[in-house]
């Protein structure tokens, strides 16, 4: 099982960004995704996830309404659109798998499978 994120950079504060997670070795239809972030000196935060299985969607209060999370199971591929980026989104962004299918109730956890990080950065 693979997870690879892409997409981070440098922007300014208010504008956007979007993060692909590519997955192999899994398929969408049996496992939820999510992104989860650190930012230096902080804990890691998990942002949102999303099960194409059961369409759950779930959001941190931190990104509601600027960050958009999708799937398409044709490319086995999940992103997360970042719009209004504001400085304290500045971190290392990363998927993994989620357990319980995204559950609405309690954190985002992070599950078995994690992939590599992405340097998001936004400058104000």
């Known amino acids: 099982v693979q997870l690879q994120a892409s997409g981070g950079g440098l922007v300014q504060a208010g504008g956007s960004l979007k993060l692909s997670c590519a997955a192999s070795g899994l398929t969408l239809d049996y496992y939820a995704i999510g992104w989860f972030r650190q930012a230096p000196g902080k804990e890691r935060e998990g942002v949102s996830c999303?099960?194409?299985?059961?369409?759950?969607?779930k959001y941190a209060d931190s990104v509601k309404g600027r960050f958009t999370i999708s799937g398409d199971k044709a490319k086995n591929t999940v992103y997360l659109q970042m719009n209004r980026l504001k400085s304290e989104d500045t971190a290392v962004y990363y998927c993994?798998?989620?357990?319980?299918?995204?559950?609405?109730?309690?954190?985002?956890?992070?599950?078995?499978?994690w992939g590599r990080g992405t340097h998001v950065t936004v400058s104000s």
């Open positions: 999303i099960s194409t299985k059961d369409d759950r969607i």
């Open positions: 993994a798998t989620v357990p319980n299918y995204c559950s609405p109730y309690g954190p985002i956890d992070g599950g078995q499978y």
